[in-house]
């Protein structure tokens, strides 16, 4: 019997609907249920997992973003560095920070352990949020509201880096979120809201 | 020098042909190939290369800049040359060669003609228009919006021109093609079904096609935009802009694999193990892979996340399964192929005794792993939805696709083009010593640059930014100084691989403008300047049909008829799995997000 072998050069004579081999049956089922179990993981983290970037989505006015992040801001403002309110919101809040070219506003100071939801948005161009040194990221877009329950894990001094270009000024675009630990330092006792 | 032109009626069966339209016999195969189907390829092919070399150039400038203790260029100049870069590689170089792509395959693997030189002609003039306008507004500082061009950043209104132009002689290309096929099928310069080649080259243009069509729904508006006639959403912007910048990147991945089965086939006679496996994979490529652009939109807040996993997750695996079966299929057909020479001795000696002096073969190999192995493996795993919050926008990114692009299809377009020198435009490869090399430095320094880029990644190191000592911003910022390592690794692998690249150029340019001419090519013998597919075609053993059927009958064992590839597979298996999970307990370490 004559089997046709040939390179993906040539034309296949007859009838190439033939059945494969075992040993590449196997590899094609193997493959298969490895792709399953990648889908897998990805709804099964929404129901296990503490990392998904679900989030509150809406659109948003630009203008009215920002609005709503300014009396944030003179709710809950507790001080200021270099110029730069410092904005100590209860747990549970929803809080507002604003990206444009080329700062972050307003630095947020939250506590260890308690949830928060963080709205972002932009007023101009796309930035990108990334927290430093976790490594958490997402990209701000202008016009939506990116509502994200954020639960602080460990106390410290972070920085928000822009990564996502936007503009010539791009690389000075860094903001701070301060993390306290409430069972060691002094209760902030969730100041604005008890007034 | 050039086969004499025969007159079309002196060659072989075919029916049909148009007095006029002019032919050669290619003296390797024996094959008819079309004048002007070969002009095409050639001028492509050159202004493809033109292109690599402005990217490469810029390559240079950018990891000179990124590496900390050097920072070469000053901020508006290091972003000006980061779109530079991306436009030159990803859409002038990559795609005018995918242009010679098609039109070789589909004329001269069929020995068909190309039925329309005329518009042949113009779409190229179209395409290179539009690359020239848009290099100029780059260059110019008229377009500092990078490759992405994120609305609204803007541009000036030329640059979305040039784009959009540039796009439609991409797609009169892609008509040509399909039109040659229908022709050639009529006309029947081949039998029965189209060669796997030429299979995989029409996935690569029905994807492009696809891709074009998204491109046009994106930069029509956009270019109205920027002339102030309407406005574009940003989010359905970054939607429909991916729906372009991923599906190309598609048309890369097909285009690449099929040029690895041709590549097999030429260098080591590579057989096709199953044609139903390898073309049904195609077929998955076309049905799925456009739908997956969604993993660039992860932490982007216009879309839910049930849109988000359908989008990434049925559509993107299916694709992800695609190439895990290529990935068997490839490296397996050259196994057999070398097994059917009569290498048949142990588990790889067939790899061992395979031709690493061919640059051809060594580009395909190093193609294979660097695309899989890295580039692969992590861009599935970056692609998830929930890892993607440890991942976007930082330098894990451009790691991942630079292992793939770049290590994988340039150097897939590198290793044909050290076939396509001889056979297309009939010179022998010159600086030849340098050639058997070229394909070991380009791969050496994109892996030290891809794994080092996604190390420093890890560490959030972003992407696209000039300074991350961040000595003018408000807050100061201090990365670890492993990053700093990571960053010099980065330049040394960058430079080393732009070495590759400068060398690659250095060949094709003296041999296309200044090389020796071909002549006669002895079988057999070592000549300097042509690859060893071709001096020594790879011929399989006279009791070929007996060798197979005894490699796919019970005494080859369940392992079958590519055993050595059945185990490379698995380590490639457990690699991904390993990294896979590793990735997942990482990000488990991070704030509570929902
Ligand atoms: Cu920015």
């Given at each position: 019997?004559?089997?046709?072998?040939?390179?993906?050069?040539?034309?296949?004579?007859?009838?190439?609907?033939?059945?494969?081999?075992?040993?590449?049956?196997?590899?094609?089922?193997?493959?298969?249920?490895?792709?399953?179990?990648?889908?897998?993981?990805?709804?099964?983290?929404?129901?296990?997992?503490?990392?998904?970037?679900?989030?509150?989505?809406?659109?948003?006015?630009?203008?009215?973003?920002?609005?709503?992040?300014?009396?944030?801001?003179?709710?809950?403002?507790?001080?200021?560095?270099?110029?730069?309110?410092?904005?100590?919101?209860?747990?549970?809040?929803?809080?507002?920070?604003?990206?444009?070219?080329?700062?972050?506003?307003?630095?947020?100071?939250?506590?260890?352990?308690?949830?928060?939801?963080?709205?972002?948005?932009?007023?101009?161009?796309?930035?990108?949020?990334?927290?430093?040194?976790?490594?958490?990221?997402?990209?701000?877009?202008?016009?939506?509201?990116?509502?994200?329950?954020?639960?602080?894990?460990?106390?410290?001094?972070?920085?928000?880096?822009?990564?996502?270009?936007?503009?010539?000024?791009?690389?000075?675009?860094?903001?701070?979120?301060?993390?306290?630990?409430?069972?060691?330092?002094?209760?902030?006792?969730?100041?604005?809201?008890?007034? | 020098?050039?086969?004499?032109?025969?007159?079309?009626?002196?060659?072989?069966?075919?029916?049909?042909?148009?007095?006029?339209?002019?032919?050669?016999?290619?003296?390797?195969?024996?094959?008819?190939?079309?004048?002007?189907?070969?002009?095409?390829?050639?001028?492509?092919?050159?202004?493809?290369?033109?292109?690599?070399?402005?990217?490469?150039?810029?390559?240079?400038?950018?990891?000179?800049?990124?590496?900390?203790?050097?920072?070469?260029?000053?901020a508006v100049w290091f972003y000006r040359i980061l779109g530079v870069h991306g436009m030159s590689m990803l859409i002038f170089f990559i795609i005018f060669f995918e242009m010679a792509v098609l039109h070789f395959t589909s004329t001269a693997l069929l020995n068909a003609r190309?039925?329309?030189?005329?518009?042949?002609?113009?779409?190229?003039?179209?395409?290179?228009?539009?690359?020239?306008?848009?290099?100029?507004?780059?260059?110019?500082?008229?377009?500092?919006?990078?490759?992405?061009?994120?609305?609204?950043?803007?541009?000036?209104?030329?640059?979305?021109?040039?784009?959009?132009?540039?796009?439609?002689?991409?797609?009169?290309?892609?008509?040509?093609?399909?039109?040659?096929?229908?022709?050639?099928?009529?006309?029947?310069?081949?039998?029965?079904?189209?060669?796997?080649?030429?299979?995989?080259?029409?996935?690569?243009?029905?994807?492009?096609?696809?891709?074009?069509?998204?491109?046009?729904?994106?930069?029509?508006?956009?270019?109205?935009?920027?002339?102030?006639?309407?406005?574009?959403?940003?989010?359905?912007?970054?939607?429909?802009?991916?729906?372009?910048?991923?599906?190309?990147?598609?048309?890369?991945?097909?285009?690449?694999?099929?040029?690895?089965?041709?590549?097999?086939?030429?260098?080591?006679?590579?057989?096709?193990?199953?044609?139903?496996?390898?073309?049904?994979?195609?077929?998955?490529?076309?049905?799925?892979?456009?739908?997956?652009?969604?993993?660039?939109?992860?932490?982007?807040?216009?879309?839910?996340?049930?849109?988000?996993?359908?989008?990434?997750?049925?559509?993107?695996?299916?694709?992800?399964?695609?190439?895990?079966?290529?990935?068997?299929?490839?490296?397996?057909?050259?196994?057999?192929?070398?097994?059917?020479?009569?290498?048949?001795?142990?588990?790889?000696?067939?790899?061992?005794?395979?031709?690493?002096?061919?640059?051809?073969?060594?580009?395909?190999?190093?193609?294979?792993?660097?695309?899989?192995?890295?580039?692969?493996?992590?861009?599935?795993?970056?692609?998830?939805?929930?890892?993607?919050?440890?991942?976007?926008?930082?330098?894990?990114?451009?790691?991942?696709?630079?292992?793939?692009?770049?290590?994988?299809?340039?150097?897939?377009?590198?290793?044909?083009?050290?076939?396509?020198?001889?056979?297309?435009?009939?010179?022998?490869?010159?600086?030849?010593?340098?050639?058997?090399?070229?394909?070991?430095?380009?791969?050496?320094?994109?892996?030290?640059?891809?794994?080092?880029?996604?190390?420093?990644?890890?560490?959030?190191?972003?992407?696209?930014?000039?300074?991350?000592?961040?000595?003018?911003?408000?807050?100061?910022?201090?990365?670890?100084?492993?990053?700093?390592?990571?960053?010099?690794?980065?330049?040394?692998?960058?430079?080393?691989?732009?070495?590759?690249?400068?060398?690659?150029?250095?060949?094709?340019?003296?041999?296309?403008?200044?090389?020796?001419?071909?002549?006669?090519?002895?079988?057999?013998?070592?000549?300097?300047?042509?690859?060893?597919?071709?001096?020594?075609?790879?011929?399989?053993?006279?009791?070929?049909?007996?060798?197979?059927?005894?490699?796919?009958?019970?005494?080859?064992?369940?392992?079958?008829?590519?055993?050595?590839?059945?185990?490379?597979?698995?380590?490639?298996?457990?690699?991904?799995?390993?990294?896979?999970?590793?990735?997942?307990?990482?990000?488990?370490?991070?704030?509570?997000?929902?």
């Amino acid at each position: 019997m004559h089997i046709d072998i040939h390179t993906g050069l040539d034309s296949p004579k007859g009838n190439w609907w033939k059945p494969a081999h075992r040993s590449e049956k196997t590899w094609v089922v193997i493959a298969f249920a490895w792709c399953m179990v990648l889908f897998a993981m990805m709804p099964l983290w929404h129901w296990k997992g503490g990392q998904n970037p679900s989030g509150i989505r809406r659109r948003v006015e630009p203008a009215a973003f920002y609005k709503r992040t300014l009396e944030f801001t003179n709710q809950y403002k507790v001080g200021d560095d270099r110029g730069m309110p410092i904005v100590a919101p209860p747990p549970g809040a929803d809080i507002y920070l604003t990206a444009m070219a080329f700062q972050w506003t307003p630095i947020l100071k939250l506590q260890k352990g308690k949830e928060y939801i963080l709205h972002l948005s932009s007023l101009d161009v796309n930035h990108g949020f990334s927290l430093y040194p976790i490594n958490i990221n997402f990209q701000v877009v202008p016009g939506y509201d990116y509502g994200l329950r954020v639960t602080p894990n460990a106390a410290g001094d972070f920085r928000i880096i822009c990564n996502e270009f936007c503009g010539i000024g791009h690389h000075t675009m860094v903001g701070r979120v301060i993390v306290e630990d409430s069972s060691t330092a002094p209760v902030a006792a969730a100041a604005g809201d008890l007034q | 020098m050039s086969a004499p032109i025969v007159p079309a009626s002196a060659i072989g069966p075919a029916t049909g042909v148009p007095a006029g339209t002019r032919f050669t016999v290619c003296p390797f195969t024996g094959r008819r190939l079309d004048e002007v189907a070969l002009s095409l390829t050639r001028w492509n092919a050159v202004t493809s290369i033109v292109a690599l070399l402005v990217g490469a150039i810029a390559a240079v400038l950018i990891v000179l800049t990124r590496w900390q203790a050097v920072h070469l260029l000053p901020a508006v100049w290091f972003y000006r040359i980061l779109g530079v870069h991306g436009m030159s590689m990803l859409i002038f170089f990559i795609i005018f060669f995918e242009m010679a792509v098609l039109h070789f395959t589909s004329t001269a693997l069929l020995n068909a003609r190309n039925v329309a030189p005329k518009t042949s002609w113009f779409a190229y003039g179209l395409m290179l228009l539009g690359a020239l306008m848009v290099e100029y507004l780059m260059w110019a500082g008229k377009a500092d919006v990078l490759f992405t061009s994120y609305v609204p950043l803007r541009a000036h209104p030329l640059f979305y021109l040039g784009v959009i132009l540039f796009a439609v002689g991409a797609l009169i290309v892609t008509g040509v093609f399909f039109a040659n096929l229908a022709i050639a099928k009529r006309e029947r310069t081949y039998e029965g079904s189209m060669p796997l080649v030429v299979y995989g080259a029409m996935t690569a243009a029905i994807i492009a096609a696809i891709t074009l069509v998204h491109g046009a729904m994106i930069y029509i508006p956009t270019f109205l935009w920027s002339l102030g006639l309407m406005e574009v959403d940003p989010q359905v912007y970054r939607l429909l802009w991916w729906a372009l910048g991923h599906s190309s990147q598609q048309i890369n991945v097909a285009a690449m694999v099929a040029i690895w089965y041709m590549l097999g086939a030429l260098t080591v006679g590579a057989v096709v193990l199953n044609e139903k496996i390898s073309r049904s994979a195609f077929v998955l490529y076309i049905l799925f892979i456009s739908l997956a652009s969604a993993h660039h939109l992860l932490v982007d807040p216009g879309m839910g996340s049930a849109w988000k996993i359908v989008n990434t997750s049925y559509f993107m695996y299916m694709a992800v399964l695609a190439s895990l079966l290529h990935g068997f299929t490839v490296p397996a057909g050259m196994e057999l192929g070398m097994r059917l020479r009569g290498y048949t001795n142990g588990m790889f000696d067939w790899l061992r005794r395979a031709p690493w002096g061919d640059p051809g073969f060594s580009s395909l190999v190093l193609s294979i792993v660097v695309f899989g192995f890295i580039g692969g493996i992590t861009g599935v795993t970056i692609g998830t939805e929930q890892i993607n919050i440890i991942v976007h926008n930082t330098l894990r990114s451009p790691g991942h696709f630079h292992a793939t692009v770049v290590s994988g299809t340039a150097m897939a377009f590198m290793g044909l083009t050290y076939y396509l020198i001889p056979l297309v435009f009939r010179k022998k490869v010159a600086l030849w010593s340098l050639a058997k090399l070229q394909p070991y430095i380009f791969a050496g320094g994109m892996v030290i640059f891809t794994i080092s880029m996604t190390f420093a990644g890890t560490f959030g190191v972003p992407r696209r930014h000039w300074d991350i000592s961040f000595s003018q911003a408000p807050f100061d910022v201090a990365f670890s100084p492993a990053v700093d390592m990571f960053l010099a690794l980065v330049a040394l692998g960058g430079v080393t691989a732009a070495t590759g690249a400068f060398i690659f150029i250095a060949i094709a340019v003296k041999s296309v403008f200044f090389g020796e001419a071909l002549g006669e090519v002895v079988p057999l013998s070592n000549m300097r300047g042509v690859p060893q597919g071709l001096t020594h075609p790879p011929k399989h053993s006279a009791d070929v049909d007996e060798r197979w059927e005894r490699m796919h009958g019970p005494e080859a064992g369940w392992m079958g008829p590519a055993p050595g590839t059945l185990v490379l597979v698995f380590v490639f298996l457990a690699a991904f799995m390993l990294y896979f999970f590793v990735n997942w307990k990482v990000l488990s370490f991070v704030w509570r997000i929902g």
